[in-house]
């Protein structure tokens, strides 16, 4: 019974491909967020949206395109791939964006661009 | 931007108390104190919570100063599965620069 769970899990692609992965959550939490995890294990969020609605981006790269059909799925598409893009993406869920609620993080993607 | 500081890593002995300090000299006056553990290949998964005082949990206690420019997450009794990744994290999530969970502290648990 998973309360945050991402697809794939891997995802192994070559440069300039693109690529998107997915998150869900049935915990009926309003906010959902994006994080990059990279090789030096440095947590950092990407995206957050509230009830469907952007609330967080970060400097991120516009070939980051995070989409949320509702507020249970917060889909992330990348495109034109690079090395650098490398890394573990973590899903996140919180009650609401305000105050102290805690996030239940997904699984995470470990995604390899060759 | 409430940055926060760690030891990089520790090592405690199974059965033991451990102790990990976290400072956030620029906290500010919205901010919650979070701690979450992380194990390899694994999303972060949330401890603690904390405002002022004390906060204790089935897990773990959280001690803040009244200044509430550190805190000390107490996990009494560690065992080998406590062996993870711990981060401090200070915010209140307006504000997306801080949901950077910064490096966090290794602890090595050993029987």
């Known amino acids: 019974d998973t309360a945050v769970s991402q697809t794939p899990k891997y995802l192994v692609t070559q440069m300039g491909n693109d690529k998107s992965i997915k998150c869900e959550q049935n915990?009926?939490?309003?906010?959902m967020y994006w994080y990059k995890q990279d090789s030096k294990k440095f947590l950092k969020i990407m995206f957050s949206?509230?009830?469907?609605?952007?609330?967080i981006n970060e400097t991120v790269p516009n070939r980051f395109s995070p989409k949320s059909p509702d507020k249970a799925h917060l889909n992330l598409h990348i495109n034109s791939l690079e090395l650098g893009d490398s890394a573990v993406y973590f899903c996140?869920?919180?009650?609401?964006?305000?105050?102290?609620?805690?996030?239940?993080f997904g699984p995470g993607t470990r995604l390899t661009v060759t | 931007l409430a940055k926060t500081t760690q030891p990089i890593s520790m090592d405690s002995y199974e059965g033991q108390e451990v102790n990990i300090t976290c400072s956030h000299n620029n906290i500010a006056t919205n901010d919650y104190i979070t701690w979450y553990q992380q194990f390899p290949s694994q999303g972060p998964r949330f401890i603690i919570q904390g405002y002022k005082t004390k906060v204790t949990n089935e897990v773990a206690s959280l001690f803040i100063p009244a200044d509430r420019k550190s805190s000390t997450l107490s996990l009494p009794r560690v065992s080998l599965s406590d062996t993870a990744v711990y981060y401090c994290l200070v915010g209140d999530r307006g504000s997306g620069d801080k949901l950077t969970f910064g490096t966090g502290t290794r602890l090595a648990v050993r029987p």
């Open positions: 949206y509230n009830n469907k609605e952007l609330i």
């Open positions: 996140a869920s919180s009650q609401d964006w305000q105050g102290g609620y805690e996030q239940y």
């Open positions: 915990l009926g939490h309003d906010t």
